[in-house]
Each structure stands twice: as structure tokens, then as C-alpha cells.
């Protein structure tokens, strides 16, 4: 891993995949002498994925979103979002990160970057809401399993009084009706599979259900 500035946000620098990485042997299962572990995931977090960059852009851009909140970066992946409300002025940052690896990333990453990030390496969606202010969700309706299993959460976030912004680029288990369009980059999507080229991203507040 290279430790590089993030296309798009300068301010910020992670320990991104490059082509000799070689991040394919994390998938491989690793023997544990018998023990029972997760099986490690695609390396999501070794990618700035165009849903948290455009949060992090937009966080940065307007720092008084954050400052003085507790946020909670879901599904943190590298960690970048979480990264810009701390530099923000965020008074604390959590970020759930379920991926083994992912954590460790996210660890070099708050590290890399002077901050300070208390990270929970479990699922959090199945619970009640942490004690924040403001939920941060990237990129986290890119398949309908995992969209099925954060809606409700973030449903049960929006009952709390909790605000919930989303950045997204526009993928397919987006729930579009419930989203308030605040802003719009051009940013690249480096973590799918749209290349390098700046396209649009969006970041959105959700909105609760009617009725």
C-alpha cells in the first residue's frame, strides 16, 4: 500500500492499492490452528470509493456540519469520511468497519493523518443507534443484502433524531425516494468499476418515511 493524497481531497492521505499491492492473497483463508474467524472481504477499504469522497468533500467544504458533533461513520472502509469530520472539527468520530483488514486500515489511516477515531469492529446495524449526533453513510447501497440490512438501522437513526447524510454515485439499491439532494462533485469512483474519470456524486440527507 502507497500512503497518497485521495483524488479530490488533498487534505487527506491514505494507504491506497496500487497494482503490485497485492491484495488478492487477503482473500485467501489463512490457518488459524482450528480457531473460527470471518472469512476475510474484497479489500473495500484499500479504495477511495466515490460515495465517501464526495461526503468527505463536502464535510470539508463545510466544516460546521460537524463541528462539535459526535458522527459516526458507517461502513467506514479506508476510513476517509470519518478522517474529514474529525479534521473538521467533529468532537468525536466513530467508525464501524466489520472487515479484519479494514480496521487495521483504518487505524494507519486516523494515524496517517493526525486524528483521533475510536473505531467499532462489529456490526453495528442490528442494534440501537450509538450516541451521536450525525450518521455518515457511504456507498453503502451498492448491493440489496447489505442495503436491506442498513435501511432500518438508519430508519431507527432518523426515529433517534439523528441526521443521516448519504453519498452515493448513483447505485443500484439507492432509495431514491427518501433522499433530499444537498450537493454534487464530479469525483472518480477508483474503489468500483468506473475507472479513474471524475463522474457525479451526490451527497443526500435522508428523510424519513411518510405517514
Known amino acids: 500500500m502507497r500512503l497518497a493524497p485521495v483524488p479530490s481531497l488533498p487534505e487527506i492521505r491514505l494507504h491506497l492499492a496500487h497494482p503490485g499491492s497485492g491484495l488478492r492473497r487477503l482473500l ?3 490457518d488459524d490452528n482450528g480457531e473460527s474467524r470471518p472469512e476475510p472481504q474484497p479489500p473495500y477499504w484499500a479504495y477511495a470509493w ?17 463541528a462539535g458533533k459526535r458522527v459516526l461513520d458507517l461502513g467506514a472502509g479506508s476510513g476517509l469520511v470519518g478522517i474529514a469530520a474529525a479534521k473538521a472539527g467533529a468532537r468525536e468520530v466513530i467508525a464501524a468497519e466489520t472487515d479484519r483488514n479494514g480496521v487495521v486500515a483504518l487505524r494507519l ?16 446495524t442490528a442494534g440501537p443507534p450509538p450516541a451521536v449526533d450525525l450518521v ?14 442498513v435501511m432500518p438501522f438508519l430508519d431507527r437513526c432518523l426515529a433517534a433524531r439523528i441526521d443521516v447524510l448519504v453519498g452515493d454515485p448513483g447505485r443500484a439499491w439507492l432509495p431514491r425516494p427518501r433522499l433530499c ?18 463522474k457525479p456524486s451526490a451527497v443526500f440527507a435522508l428523510v424519513a418515511e411518510p405517514g
Open 50 to 66: 466515490a460515495g465517501g469522497a464526495v461526503l468527505a468533500r463536502y464535510i470539508l467544504d463545510r466544516p460546521s456540519i460537524v
Open 181 to 198: 439532494l444537498l450537493s454534487e462533485y464530479q469525483v472518480p469512483d477508483v474503489g468500483g468499476n468506473g475507472g479513474g474519470d471524475p
Open 28 to 30: 485467501e483463508p489463512d
Open 109 to 124: 489511516n486516523a494515524q496517517a493523518n493526525g486524528v483521533a477515531i475510536q473505531i467499532r469492529d462489529e456490526d453495528i
Open 136 to 149: 455518515l453513510a457511504g456507498d453503502v447501497f451498492y448491493a440489496q443484502d447489505v442495503a436491506q440490512r
